[in-house]
């Protein structure tokens, strides 16, 4: 089985470099934009080739990852793909029929939410069709979550809207500090050990988020206080708001 890989940037690296990490036998091909990326894959993983174009890619590979942003879609429409092939698209917005559209004869299309800790091969993907290939690729990189719709998919996908204004929450706490006169440099280095250590209780099989507030917040204490003061002024409603904002988003495309 030859693996295609159309754009080669962070998600791309993420699962090829997950796949590298044992000596089987294996066989992939990367397309060329950004050669940097993609000679840095070829060489550090046994099996990793550069193809010439995208073309090349579409045709030699009978497993298709696509992984361009959404802006780049359709440079896929009229690729060489095979009716035979299976393609996997980690794009998030693109749907299952737009994408049948797109990729012209391919039948067997899935997609998948893979997370950048599908490199060390603990991720945790939600794939939807739940079929093969997909789901043994990403079995490979980790454990693998059987969606059932579309529509339960784009919560998924959904819900990684966040990540960015996770680490804005964590911008504006030093940021505060250091409109209050702590130094730059001091405060950003508090926050980010203060986060970075409580990261490890997420790595639980069974992680429960409202014990975990609970452990972190001692009665009368400014854990409990802060917590209420975000409920009293809307905050956890407008994250509902702005997942439910995201979620019709991705459906109506
Ligand atoms: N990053 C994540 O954690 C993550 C997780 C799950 C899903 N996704 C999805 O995966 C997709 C890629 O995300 P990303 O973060 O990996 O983005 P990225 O780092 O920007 O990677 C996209 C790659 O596609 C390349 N590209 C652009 N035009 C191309 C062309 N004509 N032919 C071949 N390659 C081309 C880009 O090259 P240039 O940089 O030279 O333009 C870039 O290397 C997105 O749709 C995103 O929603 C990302």
Redesign the pocket.
């Known amino acids: 089985m030859v693996l295609g890989v159309?754009?080669?940037?962070?998600?791309?690296?993420?699962i090829v470099s997950g796949l590298c990490r044992d000596e089987g036998p294996r066989d992939i091909l990367l397309?060329?934009?950004?050669p940097k990326?993609s000679a840095a894959l070829a060489a550090d993983c046994p099996g990793v080739r550069v193809a010439e174009s995208?073309e090349a890619v579409a045709r030699e590979s009978s497993v298709v990852l696509l992984?361009?942003?959404?802006s780049?879609a359709g440079?896929l429409r009229g690729l060489p793909f095979s009716k035979d092939a299976s393609v996997i698209s980690?794009?998030?917005?693109?749907s299952i029929r737009e994408l049948g559209d797109i990729v012209g004869p391919v039948k067997n299309i899935a997609r998948a939410?893979?997370?950048?800790s599908v490199a060390a091969r603990r991720g945790v993907t939600p794939v939807y069709p739940f079929i093969e290939p997909a789901r043994s690729l990403f079995a490979h990189l980790g454990t693998v979550v059987d969606v059932a719709d579309e529509s339960s998919f784009n919560l998924f996908s959904a819900s990684?809207a966040t990540i960015a204004a996770h680490f804005a929450y964590l911008g504006r706490i030093s940021d505060w500090l250091t409109a209050r006169g702590i130094a730059s440099l001091g405060a950003r280095q508090y926050v980010a050990a203060m986060f970075g250590e409580i990261a490890g209780s997420l790595q639980a099989a069974d992680p429960d988020f409202q014990q975990l507030a609970k452990e972190h917040a001692t009665p009368g204490g400014i854990n409990e206080r802060f917590a209420q003061i975000m409920t009293e002024q809307g905050v956890w409603d407008a994250v509902d708001g702005g997942l439910d904002q995201i979620r019709r988003r991705l459906e109506d495309r």
């Open positions: 159309i754009g080669v940037g962070s998600i791309a690296s993420a397309s060329p934009r950004n990326k995208n992984c361009l942003r959404l780049d440079l980690v794009m998030a917005g693109i939410i893979p997370l950048t990684t």
